[in-house]
């Protein structure tokens, strides 16, 4: 049996028959690929329909149809998130798709630009910043109206952060702390929504995951690159020799010695948004395959 049977075995025991969070709307953010596209599939198999929000337009659309294709509900809604009217169209439009409601935002848009602290540039920085921070928050208070609501339906809110924001990483202080922020932003939320509102807001924080931002890099143009609102790009991943180094020591670091996958890290999401965890409020829960303990 499956890992993913396994969890609908759980589901139907437990009188979810219809899926974890089924008619639930969600709003997954970088879902065009990686971790985001594993999530909405994971979501719209256990009865959500899900809005696909993505840059690219193309990737967006394509795992909005494989999840439709498959029997799932979903939309693609594409757009910067950096761009504050696309924010307020993803919502107006969420709620349109979801039928006047919204029950869940994951905050997972979002990539690494490095830099050393002495050469990191402004825009780096501010970059960096704004889509891990701001644009979450920005999403939120978009969604207010859909979530301060008492109608006996959940809502919850999950924020993707990093082991990089709860330790630290040597050329990551502009993502160390905007990931770090999402903590404090989560407890925020959580402490402000949940006792009126019953809104769970919770943190997932990765660790090693096998996605475009851990792939290696050799400055080819074959490389996996982010594209900025004026054009530019950034190369994404880490470079080829760190990459080698790590897994020819066998992942030391990481008590069950290896990283773990998109789909895995996925399911971690699942679970968090559903009602297995609906007890579960307010915390950072790290999914690092033992990582940093």
């Not at 630009?113 to 921070?133: F, N, P, R, S, Y």
């Amino acid at each position: 049996m499956s890992p993913t049977d396994r969890i609908r075995q759980v589901a139907s025991h437990l009188n979810f028959p219809q899926g974890l969070l089924a008619g639930q709307v969600a709003i997954i953010t970088g879902s065009g690929q990686g971790i985001g596209a594993e999530t909405a599939k994971l979501f719209a198999n256990e009865g959500a329909k899900v809005v696909v929000s993505d840059i690219d337009a193309g990737k967006s659309e394509e795992v909005a149809r494989r999840i439709r294709e498959d029997g799932g509900s979903a939309v693609a809604i594409p757009g910067d998130m950096l761009d504050d009217k696309y924010l307020e169209e993803l919502v107006r439009k969420a709620a349109e798709f979801g039928g006047g409601k919204i029950h869940i935002i994951v905050n997972n848009a979002g990539f690494t630009w490095d830099g050393v602290l002495h050469k990191t540039t402004d825009k780096q920085w501010e970059t960096i910043l704004a889509l891990h921070c701001t644009a979450p928050f920005k999403l939120v208070r978009a969604a207010a109206p859909y979530f301060r609501v008492r109608d006996g339906e959940a809502r919850n809110i999950i924020n993707i952060s990093s082991t990089s924001g709860l330790h630290g990483n040597a050329g990551q202080a502009n993502y160390a702390l905007a990931k770090a922020g999402v903590v404090g932003l989560t407890k925020t939320i959580a402490k402000e929504w949940g006792p009126r509102f019953g809104v769970r807001c919770n943190t997932v924080a990765f660790g090693h995951i096998l996605t475009r931002l851990t792939a290696a890099r050799d400055g080819a143009e074959s490389d996996a690159f982010a594209t900025l609102a004026d054009g530019s790009r950034v190369s994404l991943g880490i470079p080829r020799a760190q990459v080698e180094s790590r897994a020819k020591a066998g992942f030391e670091d990481i008590a069950l010695r290896r990283p773990g996958t998109a789909t895995e890290a996925a399911r971690a999401i699942l679970a968090v948004a559903s009602p297995l965890f609906s007890y579960v409020d307010g915390q950072t829960i790290s999914v690092t395959g033992g990582r940093n303990m």
